[in-house]
């Protein structure tokens, strides 16, 4: 088995963002979407969200494409929702959804912001970013190469400090 470090937060909406993943059963829709994850290899680190979406952050191993761990996590899910009869109406997830990669030295921000997603939407302090599930275009960024030019010796540092920790 290969070394990774691959983090994810991923993100997806209920079809029509339709309120389906009332509190009735939100815990047995994450359990689903935990279950089907772990199935497939991956580490499930947190899953929360709201009526209309879920987040999840997860590490994959390099032979998962996100891609596929996604669609399988959410039918998976939404055949087992409709088969059990959890959801009031038919439940289906939107096709679109948003990825995002980050490193092990941000995970536990990662965890915290999903954790805490009913009262970022409550509170209306959301990153926007984070909750994206349909592509922008956006401009091309075109930079010179001098802004990759960096003195590396605090990156550095900070990866010889991931690598004691785990020899500890």
């Known amino acids: 088995m290969p070394y990774y470090e691959l983090y994810y937060h991923l993100v997806w909406r209920t079809r029509d963002s339709e309120p389906l993943i009332v509190p009735r059963i939100e815990s047995q829709v994450h359990q689903l979407?935990?279950?089907?994850?772990?199935?497939?290899?991956?580490?499930?680190?947190?899953?929360?969200?709201?009526?209309?979406?879920?987040?999840?952050?997860?590490?994959?191993?390099?032979?998962?494409?996100?891609?596929?761990f996604i669609g399988q996590v959410k039918g998976y899910s939404s055949s087992q929702i409709n088969k059990e009869r959890l959801a009031d109406a038919y439940f289906r997830w939107q096709q679109e959804y948003g990825a995002f990669s980050f490193d092990r030295k941000r995970l536990p921000h990662f965890i915290a912001y999903v954790k805490n997603q009913k009262r970022h939407h409550a509170e209306k302090n959301t990153i926007h970013v984070l909750e994206r599930t349909v592509e922008k275009v956006a401009s091309e960024i075109r930079e010179p190469l001098s802004t990759y030019d960096l003195d590396d010796t605090g990156w550095r540092r900070e990866l010889d400090a991931l690598d004691e920790e785990d020899q500890d």
């Open 33 to 68: 979407l935990w279950k089907k994850a772990l199935g497939m290899n991956g580490t499930v680190f947190a899953i929360d969200g709201i009526e209309d979406h879920v987040h999840v952050i997860a590490s994959l191993p390099p032979a998962l494409a996100v891609a596929d």
